[in-house]
């Protein structure tokens, strides 16, 4: 058996759901299932930023949870087991992400598994079948709703862009530390000319947790418009408009990347951060190896 345990916010869950289902198609071990123990009360009580099992929005998206059972299996560890693991790792029944790509995943047997999972290559090849299971919710709200219809029509209609600027919690001094200086103003500047120059004509939607900031920074109605109408429950609705763009720029975010990964068009160009975390630099060769197809670019506004 294989357990993947599900934690973290949308964008994260969303991975680790992306790799149940590729560990399901490579034939790894038949017996996948999901561990949502991180979401219960009592643990989120000892989380700073409080999180839900947001995978039960989408519509009728299987979830194979395992038992308590299943989990105190791989999870309990008495003193004996502990101390042959520490002469033997390889057997220990847990299995925790520590680099950006583990080739190994995929044979791996009777493991507890932990991480986020984040590099595109684990899943692009099941790309259109993640498309197709994960369904968005329809806005309760039907003027909110109609609001959604209208923008998906007129981004297939023109040469539209998303833009997710991702600020809030990324600027507190612990996250600013990892994340920070990273979708950078020249960043962004530069993903935006790189649309520009493709099409003179190309309009930006903006999508952020500071939507004051920008409409102040892009007030230009002609040439932006500011998504900030999806709240609460139904922000993953920000997701589905964006994947109806024709191009993305993401943030160094798991919640814009999968805006550009659900994109189903056949001119889509997908622009990411060159690098994700300020602990964990890559190269751009072993980047593009990593995300085919996707433009890179750096803090500087450069495409490597």
Excluded at 192 to 213: E, R, S, V
Aim: aromatic letters at 12%; proline letters at 4%.
């Amino acid at each position: 058996m294989l357990i993947i345990q599900i934690a973290g916010g949308l964008g994260n869950q969303m991975q680790q759901y992306a790799m149940y289902r590729k560990l399901l198609r490579a034939g790894a071990d038949k017996n996948v299932k999901l561990d949502t123990s991180w979401f219960d009360k009592k643990r989120q009580d000892g989380v700073l930023a409080k999180r839900e099992l947001e995978l039960e929005y989408f519509q009728n998206l299987p979830l194979p949870e395992c038992t308590e059972e299943e989990r105190e299996y791989f999870l309990n560890r008495n003193i004996v087991r502990k101390a042959f693991e520490k002469v033997v790792p390889s057997a220990s029944r847990r299995f925790t992400e520590s680099c950006m790509y583990h080739p190994e995943i995929y044979k791996l047997q009777d493991k507890y598994i932990e991480g986020y999972f984040a590099c595109q290559k684990y899943y692009d090849d099941i790309m259109d079948e993640l498309r197709e299971l994960f369904v968005f919710p329809t806005h309760p709200d039907n003027d909110i709703n109609v609001r959604n219809m209208d923008l998906m029509n007129e981004m297939e209609l023109r040469p539209s862009v998303s833009v997710h600027i991702r600020r809030g919690d990324y600027l507190d001094p612990e996250n600013a530390a990892l994340f920070g200086n990273i979708a950078t103003d020249e960043y962004y500047e530069g993903a935006m000319n790189y649309f520009m120059a493709l099409n003179p004509d190309t309009h930006f939607y903006i999508f952020t947790n500071d939507p004051d900031y920008a409409r102040e920074k892009y007030a230009d109605t002609s040439r932006y418009t500011i998504v900030d109408h999806n709240t609460g429950k139904y922000s993953l609705l920000d997701i589905q408009l964006m994947s109806h763009c024709m191009g993305n720029i993401c943030a160094n975010s798991t919640f814009s990347f999968w805006g550009a990964r659900l994109n189903r068009r056949k001119d889509r160009k997908l622009v990411r951060t060159l690098t994700m975390r300020n602990n964990q630099p890559a190269s751009p060769e072993l980047m593009h190896d990593y995300w085919p197809d996707w433009v890179l670019m750096d803090k500087d506004g450069k495409v490597r």
